[in-house]
Each structure stands twice: as structure tokens, then as C-alpha cells.
Nanobody, 123 residues
Framework: QVQLVESGGGSVQAGGSLRLSCAFY????????MGWFRQAPGKEREGVAV???????RYTDSVKGRFTISQDNAKNTLYLQMNSLKPEDTAMYYC?????????????????WGQGTQVTVSS
């Protein structure tokens, strides 16, 4: 059974930083693509940053230059370093993974999901 477990969320003031982690359990093959998504109250879930197993990454425009996605294959862990946080970054953050190869920020293209970790940024 595949499990994705996020951690690292919390409450910070605007301008602060957080690092999210996502640990992967129970899979027997390398994910082709993994990513971070977020959902704010009353809004649809959106792609934030995704990465493939070769290290190619894609970011949504609103986080470019502030967020960095990375992976540690030896630890089966995905990270999201978030700097210069803004109140509009407040959301539940989810990690996701999929075995297909093309890199996409589209929510519907990811099969496995974690339960989420809350990030709250105050002004």
C-alpha cells in the first residue's frame, strides 16, 4: 500500500520560511514525477511545484524565485523549501506522486496523494 506522509507545516509571519517534507512508503518502483500542491479555503487545489526523477522541475508563476522543490531518493523523501512567504501562500499543502513520465502541474495527473499539512502565513 502506497503512503505519502507530509510534515513541516506551521504558522509563520510574512517573509518567513518553512520546509515541507513528504516521505514515501510502500512502493516498489521509482516515481517519475512528484509534486507539491495546495488548496486554500474556497479555492480549487492547484499545482505549486513538481519534479521528475531526473531533477527537472516546474513551478507555478506565483512561487517562482521563492520556493524550491527537491528530492532525496536515498531517503525516499520530497521537500519544498518555501522562502519569503506571503499571506496568499496560506493553504493546505499536499504532496503527490505518479508513475507517468511527463512533467505537469495538473492536479488530475497525479494518482497518489498525502493527507496534507497546513501552512498559515500571517501579515
Amino acid at each position: 500500500q502506497v503512503q505519502l506522509v507530509e510534515s513541516g507545516g506551521g504558522s509563520v509571519q510574512a517573509g518567513g520560511s518553512l520546509r515541507l517534507s513528504c516521505a514515501f512508503y510502500g512502493y516498489t518502483y521509482s516515481w517519475y514525477r512528484m509534486g507539491w500542491f495546495r488548496q486554500a479555503p474556497g479555492k480549487e487545489r492547484e499545482g505549486v511545484a513538481v519534479i521528475d526523477r531526473d531533477g527537472n522541475a516546474r513551478y507555478t508563476d506565483s512561487v517562482k524565485g521563492r520556493f524550491t522543490i527537491s528530492q532525496d531518493n536515498a531517503k525516499n523523501t520530497l521537500y519544498l523549501q518555501m522562502n519569503s512567504l506571503k499571506p496568499e501562500d496560506t493553504a493546505m499543502y499536499y504532496c503527490a506522486a505518479d508513475a507517468r513520465w511527463w512533467l505537469t502541474l495538473h492536479v488530475g495527473d497525479y494518482k497518489y496523494w498525502g493527507q496534507g499539512t497546513q501552512v498559515t502565513v500571517s501579515s
